[in-house]
Nanobody
Framework: QVRLQESGPGLVKPSQTLSLTCTVS??????????WSWIRQAPGKGLEWIGY???????AYRPSLKSRTSISRDTSQNQFTLQLRSVTPEDTGVYYC??????????????????????????WGRGTQVTVSS
């Protein structure tokens, strides 16, 4: 059973950096063809893909967030981390980490803007509320 658990501060001040960590158990983040995403949901809105880090360490980001986003990993801890810089109140929401399997032949079919389809994710964290406010 794979489990994902988000952790990090629930309150961030505007212009600061939001940093969240996803700790994975029951499976390795380096296992072939698994991609590990950060996804968020603002109040009253749908799920929004932020970016992912792959089993090999490659990354991809939502274009509208790319200039402010970094995703990294610590394979020794089986964790991956989101950093979102220069946050504003519009970054308030519930942040999820999730896992998706993408075979090499299908990678080119993944939307550059939306990332993998939401229904393709097989494991999710419970989500963590992040509020951006002074």
């Amino acid at each position: 059973q794979v489990r994902l658990q988000e952790s990090g501060p629930g309150l961030v001040k505007p212009s600061q950096t939001l940093s969240l960590t996803c700790t994975v158990s029951g499976g390795s983040i380096t296992t072939n063809y698994y991609y590990w995403s950060w996804i968020r949901q603002a109040p009253g809105k749908g799920l929004e893909w932020i970016g992912y880090i792959s089993y090999s360490g490659s990354t991809a980001y939502r274009p509208s967030l790319k200039s402010r986003t970094s995703i990294s990993r610590d394979t020794s801890q089986n964790q991956f981390t989101l950093q979102l810089r220069s946050v504003t109140p519009e970054d308030t929401g519930v942040y999820y980490c999730a896992r998706v399997l993408i075979a090499p032949a299908r990678l080119s079919l993944v939307s550059d803007d939306r990332g993998p389809e939401i229904y393709e994710y097989d494991y999710w964290g419970r989500g963590t509320q992040v509020t951006v406010s002074s």
